[in-house]
Structure formats: C-alpha cells, structure tokens
C-alpha cells in the first residue's frame, strides 16, 4: 500500500513515498525514503474539523410513540457525518421546542461561549432542535454568541421513524455547513430542506412541510450534494458584530408580548402594566396600527412606566412612517413581534432610555 506524507521544512513543502507492509495480521512496517529523520514539528497532519453537536430535544430527535432518541444515538445513526468532521456530543435538554424558555436560551448561549473560549480549534457548533421556536432561539444566540465561527441550528419535520424522515439528511447538511470555511462570519444559521438561513430572517410558515422555513430576503445559500453555495450576506450586524454580554448574568429581563385584535380590551394591558414587567412588545396590525383598545391600554402601561414595543403582525415588509402615539414608543421596523422581544430582552440589558433602545432596532 502506497500512502503520499507532506512534510513543512521552514516555507518548504516537500513529499516522498511510504511503503508500508504488513508483516503478522495487524503490524505494519513503514519504510521512508529519502528522510533520515522527520521531527514532529516537522509534520503537518491532516486532521479533519472538530465540531460539537449540542442536542436539545425536538422531532429531529422524536420517535412516535416512544421517548426521545439519546445524542449520540441520533448522531450514530448518520454514519456519513463521520467523513466531513471529528463529533463530540453533548445533550443539552431533551425537550420539544415548545417548552423553550429564554432560561434555556441564556444557559444554551453561554454553553456555546464556554465550548468556543475552551477549545480555540473547534471548527463549530450544530444544534439539533424542535422547529417550532428555532426561529426564535436562532436570533437570540445571532445576538448572543460572540465569535465569527459557523453556529447551525438543524431540525426536521418528521420523526425518524416516519417515511422519509428528514432528519438524517439535514443533519448530514448541517454538518456540511458548519464546516465549510464560506460559512464563517455569516452569523447563526438555520439549515433545514438544502437551504441556509439567517437567523434575523427565517420564519417558519407550515404546520407540516418540509420546506416549512422561508425568508423574506431568500435564502443565504443552498446545500448542494457536491458543495455548499452561498449567494448573498446576512443583512444586519450578528455574533461578533454585536455587543451584548450575556455570560455574566443570571437572568434575563422580563419582557412580555400581546398581539392586538378587533375588539381588544385594553383590561387586557391593564393586566400586564400591574405585573413587575422590564417591556412589553405589541404586536400590532400592518403598518404599527392599533385598535382604539390596544390605544387605552398601552396608555396604561406606558403610565407604569413600561417601555413599550411596537411590530407588525404582517410577516413581511418594514414599518413605514413610524405612527404617532400620546406616549413613548419603540418601533420594530421589519421584526416579527416573536423576534423584537428577543431583542429588547437584551438591549434592556442596557439600557431603558427610548432612543437609545430605538437605535438599536434600527441597527439589529
């Protein structure tokens, strides 16, 4: 057997050939030539990339009928992920994404940071989760992470027992992803169905398919069988562009959303204003257009002195021509409402000023 080793000697790259025979079963002898001596700082090795799978739970991992399949187990099962990088698993929680709290988001971020503070050679990190809040877990760690390195969260539609689960396969394209070197800097990523995502973008828009997850702006890039393409950037600053610090804290501010509708009782407001609340998001109609009863209600927090947010229910499209209203308020220009609480659980973070906090929802 014939095997090619690539030495470094100073800016030098020279080759020679091994020939390795097997003596017993087991044993090899390997005879260089040409190369008295060969010092491992000589030596440059090949290695593929490292990446660590954090598991959190979610159909990906879900068995009809039984209890959720283990990381490793969901892992082993894709044996092809072994050709494009060195895995280590680790279980994070064991939960469908419904039951996501920003408790668990606060703690998956600061796991991500300790995990890329810790070992300065890993490539990335792949998160399997449950679709229905990876849109939302996406752009808190987008806003949270601070390192340019690829952070790809993947889910799928069916459970692995169902026909044609795909799971495996965006498993597969995750790790493709987070590996490729054109992902780096590109912020967090969704991965589902060979298309790439940004974290501020996507949405998911189907209860079943398996092309559930969209984006306003399109896709960043596609998961092709031969390589990864990307096509554009993300639009907004991200991970290491950003300056939000959550691994000092314990606790993240409380911030609450109501949605408004024909014939909202401002009681409902009342309610909220009354409780020990940080901010509250309002998802209004197109526009930033409340009812006259989402109005009298808003006035009453507002008089609490709650830092009010308002985001268009509508999912696409910006506010334009911020309305005016008898009392101070933030405006989300083009965030889903789901989307603008994540950001003002963090900027409230530093500060309450209303200014201040519209900055920065016109940059993030």
Do not use: C
Request: hydrophobic share 45%; charged share 20%; no cysteine.
């Amino acid at each position: 057997m014939k095997s090619l080793l690539i030495l470094q000697q100073g800016d030098k790259y020279t080759s020679s050939i091994t020939i390795s025979m097997i003596i017993p079963r087991f044993f090899f002898l390997f005879f260089v030539l040409n190369i008295p001596f060969m010092s491992s700082s000589q030596s440059t090795i090949v290695t593929k990339p490292h990446l660590i799978i954090l598991t959190t739970g979610g159909t990906i991992a879900s068995v009809n009928g039984q209890p959720m399949i283990d990381g490793p187990a969901l892992v082993q099962a894709v044996p092809d992920i072994a050709e494009h990088a060195t895995i280590t698993v680790e279980t994070f929680s064991k939960i469908g994404s419904s039951q996501m709290t920003p408790a668990h988001w606060l703690r998956l971020a600061q796991r991500i940071n300790q995990l890329l503070q810790e070992n300065p050679n890993l490539s990335g990190v792949v998160i399997t989760h449950g679709t229905d809040t990876m849109e939302e877990t996406a752009y808190f760690l987008n806003l949270s992470i601070r390192s340019k390195k690829p952070i790809v969260l993947v889910g799928s539609m069916r459970s692995a027992n169902e026909i044609s689960a795909d799971g495996p396969a965006n498993l597969l394209n995750a790790v493709r992803v987070a590996v490729d070197e054109n992902s780096i800097g590109k912020g967090v990523l969704v991965v589902l169905n060979e298309e790439i995502s940004a974290a501020r973008e996507v949405w998911k828009t189907h209860n079943r398919r398996v092309e559930t997850f969209q984006s306003a702006a399109g896709f960043l890039g596609v998961v092709d069988p031969d390589q990864i393409r990307y096509y554009r950037e993300p639009t907004h600053p991200h991970t290491h562009q950003v300056t939000f610090d959550v691994d000092s804290i314990s606790t993240l501010p409380q911030v609450e959303m109501v949605m408004d509708f024909t014939g909202f009782d401002p009681d409902i407001l009342t309610y909220f204003a009354e409780r020990d609340l940080d901010g509250l998001v309002i998802g209004s109609f197109a526009g930033g257009r409340i009812s006259g009863g989402m109005l009298e209600g808003m006035k009453r927090a507002a008089a609490k002195g709650i830092p009010l947010v308002i985001a268009s229910q509508v999912p696409e499209g910006r506010i334009i021509g911020y309305p005016s209203y008898p009392f101070p308020v933030v405006f989300a220009p083009d965030l889903s409402p789901k989307k603008a609480r994540i950001l003002l659980l963090l900027a409230l973070m530093k500060t309450q000023d209303m200014a201040e906090l519209q900055s920065f929802f016109e940059r993030y």
